[in-house]
């Protein structure tokens, strides 16, 4: 297959590269080589590349800082998907954007379907939405894979967060009443590759990791694998808090369980403690 891939050098991105077979031919595009929000630069790359497949591992993905700056979000994450949906449909590839559980308020209770009622709280999932309507508009066959709490060994993310704070300091607050599925970037690029492989149907699919827990759960999980590893001395003391005692611009949802049932039959659920084990040793 020839793929190009955008986002080439965000946390997924590079995932993606580590995976893609030899046997594939990639463009992997960062924002520096590709800015996805310019409809003749995405045109023309695609109609130069004649890709077979294009995926969107792009996104502005500052949550708090797309507030302040609701039309750069829009420009990414809506009208840059929009631009590699018409690309697809004039090269005839097939086109795969991932999005978020952002497009969710989090007022439920039970992992959220694909087919739920979406109702995105701030800019950020407003935008992310917004991108995956014209992608459906565009192409209907385009495949749209919504995932959360996104980790890896790449980037700047919240285990690499918590392991520097843990060094430091004793004991750390850590907000405990949201609640979502931790989700490996190496297991969504290949829960994404296999149904690319396996000529998925279009639609939303999504994918997450295979158990919930709060963001301070999640950190405890982290420092307990930190110290197993020997990166960490010893283990601080999470202090569960509030999301009203750690406001930011952006509302999140208190709720970011996604069911990942529909994905199941190309790749299983993000096993995500053990991603962990995997990773936190190499850091």
Known sequence: MKIILTGANGQLGRCFRDLVSETDTVLALGSQELDISNPQAVIETAKQFQPDIIINAAAYTAVDKAESEPERAAAVNSHGPENLALAAKAVGARLVHVSTDYVFDGTGSTPYLETDAVNPLGVYGQTKLAGELLVRSILPDAIIVRTAWVFSEYGNNFV?????????????????????????????AAAILKMVAADAAGGIYHYCGDSSVSWAEFAQAIFAEGEKSGMLARQPKVNHITTDQYPTPAKRPAYSVLSAARVSEFYPASDWQAALAKIIPVL
């Open 160 to 188: 690499k967060t918590m392991l520097r704070l843990a060094k430091d300091r004793p004991e750390l607050g850590v907000v405990g009443d949201q609640v979502g599925c931790p989700t490996y970037a190496g297991d969504i």
